[in-house]
């Protein structure tokens, strides 16, 4: 499940917007974009085993595709939908194979070295950092281990993190200066509700007591993208993502492509468009979407110079507008998502001259004085706290997370070895820790999307630390196991365990 996950990212969001910047680069628009890039999205970027899995699944596309094109010789309508995606899937394994030899980490950093594209961090494992704070050297290495892992990817510093879930509490910011972090990101409301109230609202960044910025999202632009109502990605003429041929086709047709054990799921080859509220699909159109996709960039661009010229003039100041999406939104869930930013970032360089793209550290360089607040505890969660990481249906997990917290701590306190079995005994015990904590699995189990899983990693990975943890108190390494879990679980092999001191 969660290689067929990435494998899907690949294919539509990520080497879409490797493509969208290429091109940028090629025709020498002056662009400028921020990006998150996590470390366990790096990791599986850069592993040689799924990159090679990638390249099985994007040739089954292909033959797919060709099968596809046989297929609808006699339905014109379907038949150009078909060429469609054979060109675009042989498109993404050039792009991956070809130009960038199957590691798009490789890519992504050399828009941020043509000093184009900014990337952040996040926490190692998008732990839920509020929830771990009871024991802040946990709160420490899921920072250090990010920023540890980011210089191994990009051979710099990151000068920005995105916090896990927008979380933000009291007391993160010391960790990040230590970390020599310059800026986070942050809901709106925990700007808006800084003390004292921040003069400029969230169209300027704030300074926390202890030295980093912290930047807000902008609600206005959100929702012109987000809305169920409003946004651009429910237009009619977009493509459905939701008919797909692994549902419509003959089971028998398909099975080689859905999953290995039968169940339906998405290819990727769809069809349809999403025509309006009804179960009647019309054909997608690519032609007429790619039309609405430029309309709703230069709509978009509108929107933002009156946007920008109403807040200058309130302001006295030029203002800055955060308008941050999940990466998937563009090419995953909304198929024209990449063009439509294409087409926005070459109308924002060449068709107005009210606002230029900026990157958060090249404004703060700009504007180095801010107003210093205390931002709000807060995160993008239902009801803008924490709720949705902690209640009912997932409260059980953070006794267990705090006592292996603990734990790591004490070892690391009391074992300094030199080499060996117990110094990989060590970083393994913290890889399982690290992973255990992402704020993932609590958000399933709130969500109530494949519950099971979520349950069967906490556990797993809690059971595997405290083996470990026994284990190494001994002093009587089990190799065997050892191995094994170094194998099941490769991420940061360069783990420095002292961070948990």
């Known amino acids: 499940m969660e290689e ?23 025709d020498g628009v002056n662009f400028r974009l921020t990006m998150t890039l996590s470390p366990p999205l790096c990791s599986m970027l850069a592993d040689s085993l799924l990159q090679d899995r990638y390249v099985q699944h994007i040739n089954r596309l292909i033959e797919l595709a060709d099968k596809e094109i046989q297929r609808t010789r006699q339905q014109p ?100 200066t230590e970390a020599e972090i310059r800026y986070f990101i942050m809901d709106t409301h925990g700007v808006m509700y800084a003390e004292p109230r921040p003069r400029y609202g969230v169209f300027a960044p704030i300074f926390t007591r202890s030295g980093p910025a912290a930047f807000a999202r902008d609600m ?113 869930w909304w198929y024209e998502g990449p063009d439509f930013l294409n087409y926005f970032i070459r109308k924002s360089c060449y068709d107005q001259k009210v606002f230029a793209l900026v990157t958060p550290s090249e404004y703060l360089q700009r504007h180095p004085t801010q107003q210093i607040v205390s931002p709000s505890e807060s995160s ?14 997932n409260a059980w997990v953070y006794p267990h997370l705090h006592i292996a917290a603990e734990r790591m701590v004490e070892l690391v306190q009391n074992h300094r070895p030199h080499g060996g079995a117990t110094e990989r005994a060590l970083r393994q015990a913290g890889r399982e820790l690290l992973l255990a904590q992402s704020s993932d699995w609590a958000f399933i189990m709130k969500t109530g999307t494949t519950v099971p899983y979520a349950i069967r990693r906490t556990r797993d990975h809690v059971l595997r630390f405290h083996r470990l943890y026994e284990q190494i108190k001994s002093g009587q390494i089990d190799e065997q196991f050892l191995s094994y879990c170094e194998w099941k679980d490769t991420i940061f092999p360069n783990l420095n365990h002292h961070h948990w001191l």
Not at 144 to 171: K, N
């Open 77 to 176: 309508e379907f038949h150009e939908l078909a060429w469609h995606y054979y060109h675009k899937f042989s498109a993404a394994r050039h792009i991956f194979c070809d130009r960038y030899h199957r590691n798009l980490v490789s890519a992504f950093r050399k828009f941020q070295d043509s000093d184009h594209l900014e990337i952040l961090t996040c926490a190692a494992t998008h732990g839920f950092l509020p929830l771990m704070r009871d024991v802040p050297q946990a709160v420490r290495a899921q920072i250090f281990v990010a920023r540890d892992h980011y210089r191994d990817c990009f051979g710099r510093d990151p000068r920005g993190i995105w916090l896990p879930e927008c979380a933000y509490f009291h007391g993160v910011e010391k960790i990040l």
């Open 380 to 393: 993008w969660g239902n009801k803008g706290y924490w709720e949705v990481w902690l209640e009912g249906s």
């Open 220 to 332: 206005e632009s959100s929702k012109q993208v987000w809305s169920a109502e409003e946004g651009y990605p429910g237009d009619f003429e977009y493509r459905d993502f939701y008919r797909d041929v692994g549902f419509d086709l003959d089971f028998d047709y398909v099975r080689p492509y859905i999953h290995p054990d039968g169940i339906r799921c998405h290819t990727g080859v769809k069809y349809y468009r999403i025509t309006g509220k009804t179960n009647h699909k019309e054909p997608y159109r690519p032609r007429h979407a790619l039309e609405r996709a430029a309309m709703h960039a230069g709509n978009f661009m509108f929107n933002r110079e009156r946007q920008i010229e109403h807040l200058a003039h309130v302001m006295g100041r030029p203002p800055i507008i955060l308008a941050p999406y999940d990466a998937e939104l563009f090419g995953h």
């Open 4 to 26: 067929e996950w990435l494998y899907e990212a690949i294919t539509e969001t990520y080497v879409p917007l490797v493509h969208v910047m290429d091109g940028l680069l090629r």
